[in-house]
């Protein structure tokens, strides 16, 4: 059965220390692997995807994510947060062979300063 | 490039009424999705469009239907509203699908008393 599972519902830090997102996702088939992000009341934004080229991928706004297939983890890095880094955070799962998608239930990151 | 428009962004309605909501894609993308998100079960996907034709459907009541129009913008309806449909609706475009990049709206905000 494919899932996709995010580790933490809320992870708070403060200014200026690392962010770590945790993502675990089940799968049989090789999928291609997304981070969006969610500010309050507005739509998601692509931070950054894994499609099968590299296996650490640089995303938008210092955001990194380290695709570890022996794992079955994608997990999402900053190494420094900033106070408009608190948001929602969306671990997604897409699968071209059944063109599908599985969302993660999101991870709440808040910052305090 | 225009990013994807919601129309309209907030609605209230009444339990049985029926409402349309409406997606423009951004130019080019030929695949538009719908997901409802509430606090309570997060995002889930209702259904894909791609050129016009349903290509995935989430376990949604046959009261979320859904159209797409050839030049790819989209509209959701649900008939017979209950207080449970309240929530916010999201559109996300892609240029191959839901298991790709997608971009997504701001949402529209459905009130169901």
């Known amino acids: 059965a494919q899932s996709v599972t995010q580790l933490d519902s809320h992870v708070s830090v403060s200014e200026g220390t690392p962010v770590l997102l945790r993502c675990n996702y089940s799968s049989s088939y090789s999928p291609s692997l997304f981070w969006y992000v969610q500010h309050p009341n507005k739509g998601l934004q692509l931070l950054l995807k894994?499609?099968?080229?590299?296996?650490l991928v640089k995303g938008i706004n210092g955001f990194e994510a380290e695709f570890k297939k022996s794992e079955t983890s994608f997990h999402l890095t900053k190494p420094s947060a900033h106070m408009s880094d608190a948001a929602e955070y969306f671990c997604v799962v897409g699968y071209s062979s059944a063109s599908k998608i599985i969302f993660g239930s999101g991870t709440r990151l808040s910052i305090r300063p | 490039k225009a990013g994807v428009t919601q129309t309209p962004r907030y609605l209230i309605k009444t339990r049985g009424q029926q409402v349309t909501l409406s997606c423009s894609p951004i130019s080019g993308h030929r695949s538009v999705s719908w997901y409802q998100q509430t606090p309570g079960q997060g995002l889930q996907f209702l259904f894909e469009?791609?050129?016009?034709?349903?290509?995935n459907k989430g376990n949604f009541p046959g009261r979320f239907s859904g159209r797409q129009f050839s030049n790819s913008r989209s509209e959701m309806n649900v008939s017979t509203l209950e207080l449970g449909d309240s929530a916010l609706y999201l559109c996300?475009?892609?240029?191959?699908?839901?298991?790709?990049?997608?971009?997504f709206g701001p949402g529209t905000r459905l009130t169901v008393l």
């Open positions: 996300a475009s892609s240029l191959v699908g839901v298991y790709n990049e997608q971009f």
């Open positions: 469009y791609f050129s016009e034709t349903q290509r």
């Open positions: 894994y499609t099968s080229a590299a296996t």
